[in-house]
């Protein structure tokens, strides 16, 4: 390894033959003592985080910043935000799939959670592309500082570049926790304010887009007025004023409510799970396409969520693990800036007859508290059962919970919760679908096109339910 140590890995399952492993550790002995003879045992600790390499106010001025995508319907607004802020910021994603997935695993181990691979194979894929001076090139990342593995993606992105004799490229970790400082890299509040604006804007986007256009009466009205509106949120987002911010929210609920659709009624098929997974299109094989596709419409929860979860754990962790009560103010603080930044929106959907207000982050944690306990925060922990509550609540009882394989967390509050959601939620369709390089697209699709049939099926029952309550009626008249 880097450090000079030796390791050997074992994978013990209920096969009684353990000849492999035996055969394994005599292999990790005869190593060790050849290393002994050949005075080979110097262990040196090495660690990115202290070697890495820091982006500069100078860097600041005239490099390029690699941003890897994770949801086109949000990401395309913070990448104008970053610009407008003084940072030449350009997005990745939009090559080719399959083979960022192979540049992924070439670079990171095939047993890393999938959204790692994919991550860096964006990155790998761009800087190898020549369309960049591997001089004047930095990458930016969000760092979770977590349990989850999704906080090591900084050290995968790093151990890449080195691999690839890159390593004099800066990595630009954001985490909420602040774990490394870069003194190019500074967060004004008018870049706090622009970012927030832009994850809004997203959520208002992704909210009305997928509830309108599985009925749109023309095809292709939804996808241009959201190119419209998108267009115009991207040039706001240069002065960030909050009352222009306000005006274009009002503006495009009012639209969406008013743009003609079909008076037909469609299974609602809520998508949760990893964050990445849930919202690249990539990395869950265009599952919003697929559900349209196969005459459903998709429900996303809202990515501003995710950053109230995080703010909303402190409380727990003061009462239960001595977190700072300072902290949690501050917590508590951040909450209620997002919640006015959001409230517009939510007045907007109050007002209209087809969107509905979004659950506040207190709101969500009272639906999880019956099902898990709200000390899962590895990942998503409590939040994503949270979620899947939510969209039950919201009529929408199909679920697709997306989740990358192996990925502990998602596994415990995603896919480990779901019979008792079921207990809690007779009506409730769920069905978890593992993603990761090697998952067969054929089976995923199966098992997607089961639950489907499951939905239209209850479409149809309550169909007919409504129809004979009405032939009764009639009757009795």
Known sequence: TKSG?????????EVNNLGAARIRIRSLLSAVKDRAKKNLNKHEIKSDAYERVIFTE?????????????????????KAALNYNGYNVELLGSGNDSHEVDLGLKYVHNDACYPSIIVVGQIMEALQSGKYDLNKVAVFISQTGGGCRATNYVNFIRRALAKAGMA??????????MLEKNPGMKYTPKLVISLLQAVIYGDVFQKVVYRTRPYEEVVGSVNALHKK????????????????????IRDIVHE?????????????????????????????????????????????????????YCSYNSKYKEKYFGES????????????FIEFARSEANKAYAKSKRF??????????????????????????????????????????NIVCAQPFACLPNHIVGKGTIKKIREAYPEANIVAIDYDPGA????????????????????????DYQEVKTLETVTES
């Open 5 to 13: 140590k030796i390791y050997t890995v074992l994978k013990i399952d």
């Open 58 to 78: 100078e860097m600041k001025k005239d490099y390029t910043i690699l941003m890897p995508q994770m949801s086109p319907i949000h990401f395309g607004m913070l």
């Open 168 to 177: 004099q490229i800066p990595v630009i970790a954001l985490s909420v926790q």
């Open 229 to 248: 509106w998108e267009a115009k949120c991207i040039k706001d987002l240069e002065k960030a004023s909050f009352k222009t911010f306000k005006k274009n």
């Open 256 to 308: 969406f409510d008013n743009i003609p659709l079909k008076d037909i009624n469609k299974p609602r098929v809520g998508i949760v799970g990893e964050i990445l997974v849930k919202y690249l299109p990539q990395a869950n094989n265009y599952l919003v396409d697929v559900l349209e596709a196969e005459g459903a419409e998709a429900v996303c929860p809202e990515l501003v969520d995710f950053f109230l």
């Open 325 to 336: 009560k300072i902290k949690t103010k501050l917590n508590n603080l951040a909450i209620r």
């Open 356 to 397: 509905e207000p979004t659950h506040s982050i207190e709101t969500l944690g009272e639906y999880a508290e019956p099902i898990v306990s709200l000390g899962n925060q590895t990942g998503e922990g409590w939040f994503l059962t949270a979620e899947m509550v939510s969209l039950i609540k919201s009529g929408a009882n």
């Open 440 to 463: 067969s697209e054929v089976n995923q699709l199966n098992r997607i096109k089961l639950m489907l049939s499951s939905a239209h099926k209850q479409i149809e029952d309550q169909k």
